[in-house]
């Protein structure tokens, strides 16, 4: 058996087990919880006017209403959001590649799916979404692994829509999952037609641990009074939430981060064999059209669904999203018609993943109006980064960086400047509605999610590349051959 083989099986073994010492600690049945169940103090429950709790004859709990139209829309967004990654973002990035990497371009997303789906509810969700370690707002703790103490049936205490907490904990759960599952299957544009496959799995599990889940819990991290009563005092956020940071969907925690360790994986694996020397077009521009499509659905579920519930500013949201990407769409075609002499179906996509990017952090906090500026100067900086990479010959395959890790930016950036707290009164205005700061805040919030993905990135491939049997790259035969078959043994088109 190879050391590869070897490893891959120990890693899984691990698994398997850490899974079965949890079952015990997680398998209730319990209907009914009372005040001294351990999960009580994570989930809203019905309170006197004095903060204490309410019981029923049989001395249980009483579990704060559940909305069901809020409940629906969640679980609904919820499979939305799934759709983009399986669905859109494979088949996108599969058209995007040259037809001998496609299946494996394909298998990269898909099984992404999988396997971060299993490492959020083991410890992913507990890390970015659970109780504060420390009181500093940097990582949350193992209270919530393997979902022990998050309940179905219960609304959180500290996560729930503009109205109040009206969804069971699981459910906000669920959605968040989704967003985990996107994040690091981003990445897979960056090292496309080189990267070993057992080593991406190892990849995205070391990535999504240690870049993912701190930036989503400096970012979105929220807890009842006092870090459910654990650290006296405690501001009720992450520390970039503290500060004022505003990401509505995740333009920080999602594309900022994948976007530029893209860039980092790519230089660190070097270019494709005959980068610049030979053409590497999409092989098939109906996938990647039919991928921009299901990405621009199922991103109504990853913008309007973070308001949530079903709440007004999941319906700002909505708008928000489908004006900017509208008419970033246009606008990234008009410029390269313009620069080329000819209207790109390509392009067209590209522009319209762009918009769709740049108004994820602002999207339940920007008018329409706002959202039109936000997707001119999103493809406007995105063709521009794309031209740079180019120029550079950067061999970011299918522009991770230059449409997600540059649109996220820009979108964070506008947040600060066209944000109004008319739309979710948990916001702020920013600076072209009278508070300069704002900029500043989310500036903060941008910038050291960046640099926390670029350099946990690095370190990651560099330790990895030197301990994997023969580096994390595909030999030079492998890959003239191509990774659907030196790989996978399967191609995406037989013929005969």
Known sequence: MSRTRTI????????VAGIMTMISSTLTSASAYKPDDPAAKYHCFATDADGKYNLTAEGDLIPCPIDHGDNAWMLTSSALVLMMTPGGLAIFYGGLTRQKNAVNTLHMVFITTGIIAIQFVLFGYSLAFGPDAGGLGFIGTLDWAG???????????AYGGIDGYTIPHQTYMIFQMMFAIITPALIVAALAERMKFSAFVIFIILWSTFVYDFAAHWTWEITAADNYGMTPGYCGFGWTGCFGSLDFAGGTVIHITSGWAGLIVALMLGRRIGYGKVPMEPHNISLVVLGAALLWVGWFGFNAGSAGAAATNATSAFVATQVATGMAAVTWAVISWAHTGRPSTVGAASGAVAGL??????????SPMSA???????SVVCYAAVMFKNRRKWDDALDTWGVHGMGGLTGALLTGMLAEQRFTPWGHNGLVFGNPFALVQNAVGAFAALAWAVGITALIIKI???????????TPKEEEIGLDLAQHGERAYVNE
């Open 147 to 157: 979902l022990n103490n998050v309940l179905h049936d219960v609304p959180s205490n």
């Open 464 to 474: 990895m590349d030197k301990v994997w049997p023969g580096g994390i790259r595909v």
């Open 357 to 366: 990017v740049a108004i994820t952090p602002a999207s339940g906090f920007v």
């Open 372 to 378: 039109i500026i936000i997707g001119i100067l999103a």
């Open 8 to 15: 891959t099986l120990i890693i899984l073994v691990g698994l």
